[in-house]
């Protein structure tokens, strides 16, 4: 009897290896619940960056790994209830803040772009190599600059070029860490697993 495992459909992302045929939509909705709950809870790992008012989070990582392991659709609602409940006054985006008001919320609205962009990504098999998980984080982090850091400059007044110095620059080196660590976790998962695209 073999126990190698099964190829896995093209265009799989992780989420659709759970045995959830029979279950799909109850799955799906805890998929989503649980993306939203881990990216609020990312976002309390908090380090404050001087002369910024974003601080370095997890919650840039978490929604990268949730759309990457969820998909577009999974992804997205993900982030739209993150973003959605979090606007509405509960406490789980970054440093234990809410509402509208928030200079860092273009960020917010960067990941909800982000994570259905890089589960585009990976259903065309871009979580399963080193290089093209790094590719993919990379644009999901530009995704999440290039709505974050515009509106980071509208919302206080600074200038664009300040708004990167302060929002952009501090957290590159972060960014590339956090690139690295999935680069590591999401082809070894697909390996692990006995699935490759």
């Not at 099964?6 to 959830?20: E, H, I, K, M, Q």
């Not at 008012?53 to 993900?78: E, Y």
């Not at 974050?148 to 860490?177: E, H, Q, R």
Request: overall charge positive.
């Amino acid at each position: 009897m073999s126990t190698a495992a099964a190829p896995v459909r093209s265009g799989a992302v992780l989420a659709d290896l759970l045995p959830a045929a029979r279950y799909r939509y109850a799955v799906d909705a805890a998929l989503v619940l649980g993306g939203a709950a881990l990216t609020g809870i990312a976002a309390q790992i908090a380090v404050p960056v001087p002369g910024s008012p974003v601080p370095v989070t997890g919650q840039t990582f978490a929604a990268l790994l949730i759309g990457t392991a969820l998909g577009a659709r999974r992804g997205f609602l993900s982030l739209a209830l993150y973003a959605l409940v979090g606007m509405a006054g509960v406490p789980w985006f970054a440093e234990a803040t809410s509402g509208w008001s928030m200079p860092s919320l273009g960020y917010v609205f960067g990941m909800l772009l982000a994570a259905t962009v890089v589960g585009a990504l990976a259903r065309r098999g871009a979580d399963r190599s080193v290089l093209r998980t790094a590719g993919t984080m990379a644009l999901g982090s530009a995704i999440i600059y290039a709505i974050g850091v515009p509106y980071l400059a509208l919302s206080t007044g600074m200038s664009m070029s300040a708004a990167v110095a302060a929002g952009l620059t501090p957290f590159l080196i972060g960014d590339a860490l956090k690139a690295a660590l999935a680069m590591g976790v999401l082809p070894a998962t697909w390996k692990l697993l006995g699935h490759r695209g």
